[in-house]
């Protein structure tokens, strides 16, 4: 099934769709598996929301937010995102001790799909409770976007990473550092997605799923669905694809000098969450140029203690540096997916990168390579309650504001 829509799909359509998705389904339990808060955008929150109030009284229900390594949602921040679904009908994964393997990814195929730059095999893991056989029907829900890592997020992502384990998260994000994320961001059919495809094709088709994508756009807090697929085969991605390159890529005439990005608070606590303020811009700023990080809420830097311990350890010093540092030190080997992060952390030299935050000090960003403005000063300069999404002028000088990096990819033309 696909809906689409220039506008927005109203909610009484969406609840239409989704009732006929279920239409002719004997169903007893029916796991849910929608992204978490940090995709405040996606519109998923609300189909979640509405798959729940349609099943909760003829079938059992657990959903499970596909977390990957985030944090474990707290109860206000699953009420702010799926309304009133009681907190205690959520799951939480634990991508280091509730997976199981199904198989491997042969290295000859990551290495053929990487052009060699990647040798390794990688283990396919998965929440146990996908391939338990308790359910009827899982239903994965989430949003297609341009995405650092696998080019275009959602699909079979959010199984194999959103539901994974420590193996295919790592190695996916490391086969992405490594290729390169500017030959990936905003594309179909990347290293990473053919190792998600190979995953999908050989070990997980007996597995009662069904995808619910939506491509998405935002006017403040409020959600336009655009697109909505429903199914399980890949053709209904590959349309999600094409919508969300139409909707989610921004080009550009001409590189940017400054860029100013606003980190929703609900959304951003981390650098890892809310470094899509450089991902998602690189290929738009100019060389030599700045990008300003308005982050409210940002408290830490990495979704866990390990992580964020390497983080501050190592720092965000580039590509080469982080591929020197993996083959020196065995804790950044043993997670890669650090080492990922770092590396898309990182402007490589070639722009200047400033965090204005309230609850790390100057000392802790300027640690991890970054520069370091207090949020209160940032704020009353780049004014957001003043800005408007795009080119602005402050104080004589032309700057770009992005209101929300998580929607989007901007680029110039010869760039991507």
């Not at 052009?115 to 989430?142: A, Q, T």
């Not at 420590?166 to 030959?183: D, T, V």
């Not at 890949?234 to 139409?246: C, D, G, I």
């Not at 080997?333 to 898309?344: D, R």
Request: proline content about 3%; hydrophobic content about 40%; some cysteine.
């Amino acid at each position: 099934m696909i809906i689409k829509s220039e506008q927005g799909i109203t909610d009484a359509e969406l609840l239409e769709a989704l009732k006929k998705s279920l239409e002719g389904k004997n169903l007893k339990k029916v796991l849910l598996l929608p992204p978490d808060h940090t995709r405040l955008y996606s519109g998923a929150g609300k189909i979640c929301s509405m798959y729940y109030n349609l099943l909760k009284d003829t079938c059992e229900i657990d959903i499970m937010p596909a977390l990957g390594t985030h944090e474990i949602m707290s109860e206000a921040e699953c009420k702010m995102f799926f309304g009133d679904i009681p907190y205690e009908k959520f799951i939480a994964h634990n991508w280091k001790t509730d997976v199981v393997k199904l198989g491997e990814v042969p290295a000859e195929f990551v290495s053929e799909v990487s052009e060699g730059l990647v040798n390794n095999k990688i283990d396919v893991e998965v929440n146990k409770r996908l391939v338990s056989g308790e359910y009827d029907l899982i239903i994965s829900m989430g949003q297609v976007v341009p995405h650092e890592v696998v080019g275009m997020a959602n699909y079979s992502k959010n199984i194999f990473v959103g539901c994974g384990g420590s193996s295919m998260i790592n190695s996916s994000h490391m086969l992405g550092a490594f290729y390169g994320m500017e030959r990936i961001m905003g594309k179909d059919f990347s290293p990473v997605r053919k190792v998600f495809d190979y995953a999908e094709e050989n070990f997980i088709q007996n597995i009662p799923l069904m995808y619910v994508l939506t491509v998405t756009t935002n006017t403040g807090d409020d959600v336009h669905i655009h697109g909505l697929f429903v199914g399980r085969d890949r053709k209904l991605f590959e349309e999600a694809v094409s919508l969300s390159q139409e909707k989610n890529l921004n080009y550009l005439d001409k590189p940017l000098k400054k860029v100013v990005v606003y980190l929703d608070g609900r959304e951003f606590k981390s650098t890892w969450l809310g470094n899509k303020s450089v991902y998602r811009t690189r290929m738009a700023i100019a060389d030599g140029g700045e990008l300003i990080v308005l982050a409210p809420e940002v408290a830490k830097f990495g979704e866990d203690a390990e992580n964020d311990r390497l983080i501050r350890k190592y720092g965000y010093v580039g590509r080469e540096k982080v591929l020197e540092l993996v083959k020196e030190n065995e804790d950044l080997a043993n997670n890669l997916s650090t080492a990922a992060h770092l590396i898309h952390g990182s402007s490589d030299g070639r722009f200047n990168i400033t965090y204005c935050t309230r609850k790390v000090t100057k000392e802790e960003v300027e640690g991890v390579n970054f520069k370091y403005i207090p949020y209160d000063e940032a704020a009353k300069k780049y004014d957001i309650t003043k800005l408007k999404d795009g080119y602005n002028t402050v104080d004589g000088e032309e700057i770009f504001y992005i209101s929300n990096p998580a929607l989007g990819l901007w680029a110039t033309k010869d760039r991507i």
